[in-house]
């Protein structure tokens, strides 16, 4: 699970680098989602709206930036794994070919994530396994939802 935690960590940092370098813009991506989407609606109305495209080319980058030092680190995996999982779900929604099959690349990223979450894989080699040591957590035992 290290090993796969890693290999996340990377792309999601890579992925998340690659787009604040790169002059990144998710207009042409929302504006254009198959009209079978279950989201096209939405992702249209997001598109159309200029003050949330700016939010969006700001949130999409940084958040993968985020998790990806965050898996890297084997810190708050749980809550990295499930901003990435989301974020694969949105993405999945937003490039619907499911004509071509059901499962693509975005569909088996959200699955890889969400094992990553349920098997705690920040507990092995990671900065959760000292935090959930520490007395704040001890203090507040929800907050191992987010560690692990």
Same mark, same amino acid.
């Given at each position: ?31 254009n ?8 609606? @939405? ?7 200029? !003050?949330?495209? @700016?939010?969006?080319d700001?949130?999409v ?15 708050f ?6 901003? !990435?999982?989301?974020?694969? @779900? &949105?993405?999945y929604?937003?490039?619907? #070919? ?17 094992? &990553?979450? !349920?098997?705690?894989?920040g ?8 935090l *959930? *040591? #520490? ?10 939802? &987010?560690?692990?």
């Amino acid at each position: 699970m290290v090993g796969l935690r890693l290999v996340m960590g990377w792309v999601m940092l890579s992925a998340g680098w690659g787009k604040f370098t790169g002059g990144f813009s998710t207009y042409g991506c929302l504006s254009n989602v198959d009209p079978a989407s279950p989201a096209s609606g @939405v992702f249209g109305a997001m598109a159309e709206n200029a !003050a949330m495209m @700016v939010a969006v080319d700001a949130i999409v980058p940084a958040t993968q930036i985020l998790i990806g030092l965050a898996l890297l680190a084997g810190l708050f995996v749980r809550l990295a794994v499930f901003g !990435a999982a989301t974020q694969m @779900v &949105l993405f999945y929604l937003g490039s619907w #070919h499911v004509a071509g099959g059901a499962v693509n690349d975005q569909f088996v990223y959200a699955a890889v994530f969400l094992a &990553l979450g !349920a098997f705690a894989a920040g507990r092995v080699l990671g900065a959760d396994r000292y935090l *959930e *040591e #520490h007395s704040l957590v001890e203090r507040f035992p929800s907050l191992r939802y &987010l560690l692990g």
